[in-house]
T-cell receptor, first 112, second 114 residues
């Protein structure tokens, strides 16, 4: 079993839809949770960075962490074609040495 | 936000050549640097971790004599793929982090060995 599970998709939605991306994990020691967006042939771009449980909002993006269920989510409101990319969840902890454990990544396509 | 510059973005070379990839942080002083490789439609695979002025720590299965990492300053790290062969063809990505922050990634280098 992988430490971090993420459905690879692909996920296809119409423009304007609300997108929900999720990851589950098995290591209860994880404390730091991140979402990255990666366009084709580019490096990952940090979208959200959260510590422990709770919600965090930034523009159209909302990240949720439920440590009791070992489940994290990223919501994208009013999705745009420019959101089409691969979304990677990543986590680390508890000492936050920086070494990340990544999910496989979910490919999202937002159709105009 | 943080900016990480990686160069070159794409390199094609003959088998047996050594290739150097540079990674610079442009607007903050990094404490730790990471090098990854990524195959098509797969997630990132960590190759090594290094702190400024220290030897890199390589992940299991990564040949340290094959992939030479130099982290001479807070703002510059290099990865040299020595005597590259076609199986070394991949997408190589560096990242930096500050003391308590997340990792910020470069735009990657596509390496093609003929």
């Amino acid at each position: 079993q992988k430490e971090v599970e993420q459905d690879p998709g692909p996920l296809s939605v119409p423009e304007g839809a609300i997108v929900s991306l999720n990851c589950t994990y098995s290591n209860s020691a994880f404390q730091y949770f991140m979402w990255y967006r990666q366009y084709s042939r580019k490096g990952p771009e940090l979208l959200m960075y959260t510590y422990s449980s709770g919600n965090k909002e930034d523009g159209r993006f909302t990240a949720q962490v439920d440590k009791s269920s070992k489940y994290i989510s990223l919501f994208i409101r009013d999705s745009q074609p420019s959101d089409s990319a691969t979304y990677l969840c990543a986590m680390s902890g508890p000492s936050n040495t920086g070494k990340l454990i990544f999910g496989q990544g979910t490919t999202l396509q937002v159709k105009p | 936000g943080a900016v990480v510059s990686q160069h070159p973005s794409w390199v094609i070379c003959k088998s047996g050549t050594s290739v150097k990839i540079e990674c610079r942080s442009l607007d903050f002083q990094a404490t730790t640097m990471f090098w990854y490789r990524q195959f098509p439609k797969q997630s990132l695979m960590l190759m090594a971790t290094s702190n400024e002025g220290s030897k890199a720590t390589y992940e299991q299965g990564v040949e340290k004599d094959k992939f030479l990492i130099n982290h001479a300053s807070l703002t510059l790290s290099t990865l040299t793929v020595t005597s590259a062969h076609p199986e070394d063809s991949s997408f190589y990505i560096c990242s930096y982090r500050t003391r308590d922050g997340p990792q910020h990634f470069g735009d990657g280098t596509r390496l093609s060995i003929l």
